[in-house]
């Protein structure tokens, strides 16, 4: 029997890219274990959109670098970005594999089965399909599909184009078979994915784009719940919105990336828009019949960016009123044109910034959860504290809402397997900056 131990680091993409491998694994007959101890074969796939998630890939490897008779593997796109530089810092490593090659997966194996001492799977030149034959969903109610690799957008600050080449789309009915197949296998939630998710194009069809594909798969019986991340602002046209507005199976949050509120810091990021065509789109989501909730990705201290620019993403927060917001220290990554931007700000600089706009943003959020209280939100049943005996669900606007049931006649509590999956109303009691607390609304 061959073991395997896999550890994910980052974002959706890496976790569904791992469910993908896993997948591949198991169909050749290897078992996954959950500790590197048990493992004959053991894999980090691996982001490189921030410095320190790369440092703990080789954190790991350097842990694990006098274990003898196993294979060490290092997927994704740290892979790709290092390349076989990979083996120079850590020599026992095997096996160097980026996303673009995880179709080419079993075939690497088998050069690893034979003898291979190191093996790469690292090209970019495709144009073919990024899926794997079999994917191993970890999640029995909840199911992720790629529609769209790659990205054109070229950001100063970003590896994103080295690491996972151009972008490259899938057939709509590829997607919509999928999502099919999946609804029949009793999955209620949907979440497309890409790293433009809004920039999809049918290479069979480049005139049906990404909102009359959001909306068919919304159609698809069965599916209760349908997300979508991550957008680029450039992409995110009217018709989107639209699409939400009208279909209620299309989750009320939109996850739209601002990255500065100053224009000038936009243009030196490369973004493609201005403060005024994001906040253009702003208003689009604000002006709906359903109330979308919105959430976006700040990033304090990009090179050249002045108190007054900074000033204007706190003011953004206050205009807008996120939901939620992933803030982050610019970081810089290995072949991106702002490493050669002037300007660069110091470290302790950068850490004041990102400390005041996370307080901001907290503030924002308490006041925003805390009008929550007193209304009835349906939660999908996700996993139960069993430390304060509560139900953890999420709202359609992908709020985390902890719950407690009323006890039943005869004093007991439903099981765990009468209450993952299931769609409950909730009534909201408490609000914290981060969640909200409620009670069931039903006897159940």
């Given at each position: 029997m061959k073991r395997f131990y896999i550890e994910t680091f980052g974002c959706q993409m890496n976790v569904h890219d791992s469910e993908k491998v896993i997948g591949t694994l198991e169909q050749r007959g290897y078992v996954q274990v959950q500790s590197p101890e048990e493992a004959d074969l053991i894999l980090y796939n691996t982001c490189s959109i921030r410095d320190k998630a790369e440092q703990k890939v080789f954190q790991r490897l350097n842990e694990n670098r006098r274990a003898r008779g196993k294979i060490f593997g290092v997927l994704g796109c740290v892979a790709q970005q290092e390349g076989e530089r990979i083996f120079e810092k850590a020599p026992h490593v095997n096996l160097v594999v980026g996303s673009a090659s995880y179709p080419r997966l079993a075939e690497l194996l088998v050069q690893i089965e034979q003898g291979g001492r190191r093996v790469t799977g690292l090209s970019l030149d495709t144009d073919s399909t990024f899926e794997t034959p079999v994917t191993r969903r970890d999640n029995p109610y909840r199911a992720y599909i790629t529609i769209i690799e790659g990205c054109d957008k070229d950001c100063a600050y970003c590896v994103v184009p080295f690491t996972r080449g151009r972008e490259r789309s899938r057939r709509s009915e590829s997607v919509l078979e999928e999502a099919r197949t999946l609804a029949g296998m009793g999955y209620t939630e949907i979440q497309l994915l890409g790293q433009n998710v809004n920039s999809y194009r049918d290479p069979s069809d480049p005139a049906r784009t990404f909102a009359p594909l959001l909306e068919a798969v919304a159609q698809v019986p069965g599916i209760r719940r349908v997300r979508f991340t991550t957008s680029h602002p450039r992409d995110f046209g009217r018709d989107i919105v639209e699409v939400i507005d009208r279909n209620e199976t299309i989750c009320n949050m939109v996850h739209l990336p601002v990255q500065s509120g100053s224009t000038r810091v936009l243009e030196r990021m490369?973004?493609?828009?201005?403060?005024?065509?994001?906040?253009?789109?702003?208003?689009?989501?604000?002006?709906?019949?359903?109330?979308?909730?919105?959430?976006?990705?700040?990033i304090v201290g990009f090179p050249g960016e002045t108190e007054e620019d900074f000033e204007q993403t706190l003011r953004l927060l206050d205009e807008v009123e996120y939901d939620q917001v992933f803030s982050f220290k610019y970081s810089p990554r290995p072949n991106t044109p702002a490493l050669l931007l002037d300007g660069q700000v110091p470290e302790e600089e950068k850490s004041r910034r990102l400390m005041i706009l996370q307080e901001k943003q907290r503030s924002i959020q308490l006041r925003r959860n805390t009008a929550q209280i007193g209304s009835v939100q349906e939660v999908l049943v996700e996993g139960y504290n069993s430390s304060t005996g509560q139900w953890i669900g999420r709202t359609t606007e992908n709020r985390v809402l902890n719950f407690v049931t009323r006890p039943r006649a005869d004093g007991s509590q439903p099981s765990r397997e009468e209450m993952f999956g299931r769609y409950l109303p909730v009534r909201v009691t408490r609000a914290g900056p981060n969640s909200l607390a409620g009670e069931c609304a039903i006897a159940v």
């Open positions: 490369q973004r493609q828009y201005t403060r005024d065509q994001y906040m253009q789109r702003i208003e689009w989501l604000k002006n709906t019949r359903r109330k979308i909730s919105l959430s976006t990705d700040i």
